[in-house]
């Protein structure tokens, strides 16, 4: 093929000879991905296609080139929107949904949709829910969720805790604990909910990235900034994903077309808010055992702060190179050198200030 449509191998095809291969074999391609070839050679204005673009393509992968030939071409997609498609079965709707709830962009949408295919599932947000929030819970500590008024809240080895610091596991483990039933459930909730969309959309890897950076932020920041207290639950990751799944929205507010945005936005906000607000209250509100201190609230800001820099350049940048983009590297380096900081922070701090930190448990 390649012989034949560049005989000088110069790694172009002429759009001409593009047309021409599209109306030949247009009838063996998918719909919707011929209509991102077309978009694809009506937005090159050079009168030239890169080869390369054309394979990725056809290979189900996305470049930056391709990707911005597509974005900057003046040509709109002439067919229907995804969402006025009839006759699809529950799963494609289902995936349909998750595409206008996730994607701002229609080729986006259109790309999602004709790629998925559910191989491997959605995991790791399944995965740290049921096995972090109930095997644990239900089987090994034989009840659901240990109130922080309970004696044995902060005797076992997964509770962040000042004294236990230098057990590194503690600020990755401190999620599979939680301070009341509603603590857990709205975390559920909302890792669920937001959680396994966006993990079909952008994959485990990038997903569970944002999750344990926010969880590892957010116990870093209550040893930095709250140093007496301990901390329980998964907000830091599930914040880190809500918050970046909401700035996303925001700053592509006329692309995105799901239903009832605005509702929607002022739900989870008022649910976050009242959760935090509620962390917030409890942190300072007397201990009914005063050896055992309330946790820290800080581990939710640690989590939003990951979102709103880290979060929004993953989600931003669907199915392309994070080691291309320069705002990636800028907050991935901020985030590095917090963490350094914190490490540092927690090897001397601790010692040279005169704190009275809680009893071990």
């Known amino acids: 093929l390649l012989s034949q449509f560049d005989p000088d191998n110069t790694g172009y095809i002429s759009t001409e000879k593009f047309r021409s291969l599209l109306q030949r074999h247009g009838s063996e391609l998918d719909p919707h991905k011929l209509e991102v070839l077309l978009a694809l050679a009506d937005s090159n204005s050079e009168g030239r296609i890169c080869y390369q673009d054309f394979v990725n ?14 974005l900057q071409g003046n040509r709109r997609l002439c067919s229907k929107a995804l969402l006025e498609e009839t006759g699809l079965s529950l799963s ?67 509770v962040y805790h000042p004294q236990l610091r230098a057990q590194a ?47 590892v932020a957010g116990s870093l920041a209550v040893s930095v900034a709250d140093m007496t207290a301990p901390v329980v639950g998964s907000s830091g990751g599930v914040y880190a994903l809500v918050s970046a799944h909401l700035a996303n929205i925001v700053m592509n507010w006329s692309g995105m077309k799901c239903q009832f945005k605005l509702l929607r ?14 962390a917030v209250w409890l942190r300072f509100h007397p201990s009914a055992y005063p050896p055992c201190p309330h946790p820290s609230f800080m581990a939710h800001l640690g ?6 820099t880290l979060g929004v350049i993953i989600l931003r940048n669907y199915e392309q190179r994070l080691q291309d983009q320069t705002l990636w590297w800028i907050f991935l380096s901020i985030y590095v050198i917090f963490v350094l900081f914190a490490i540092f922070w927690n090897i001397f701090a601790y010692s040279l200030l005169d704190l009275k930190l809680p009893p071990p448990p």
């Not at 989590?303 to 709103?308: F, Q, R, S, T």
Request: net charge positive; glycine share 6%.
């Open 57 to 70: 393509l056809m290979s189900n992968k996305r470049s930056n080139s391709f990707r911005q030939a597509i």
């Open 303 to 308: 989590g939003v702060m990951v979102g709103i």
């Open 265 to 278: 936005m002022a739900v989870a906000l008022i649910c976050m808010s009242f959760e935090f607000g509620r």
């Open 92 to 158: 494609q709707r289902l995936i349909r949904h998750v595409a206008y709830e996730t994607l701002p962009r229609e080729i986006d949408r259109k790309w999602y949709y004709d790629s998925y295919t559910c191989c491997p599932p959605p995991w790791f947000m399944i995965t740290i829910t049921i096995v972090a929030f109930f095997l644990y819970n239900g089987v090994v500590l034989d009840r659901f969720v240990l109130q922080v008024t309970h004696p044995l809240y902060l005797k076992n080895t997964l």
């Open 169 to 215: 596991w503690r600020y990755l483990t401190y999620i599979f604990m939680h301070a009341g039933i509603e603590h857990l459930g709205l975390n559920v909730v909302l890792q669920l909910l937001v959680g396994v969309p966006l993990e079909m959309v952008h994959g485990a890897a990038r997903i569970s990235f944002v999750y344990v950076a926010g969880v």
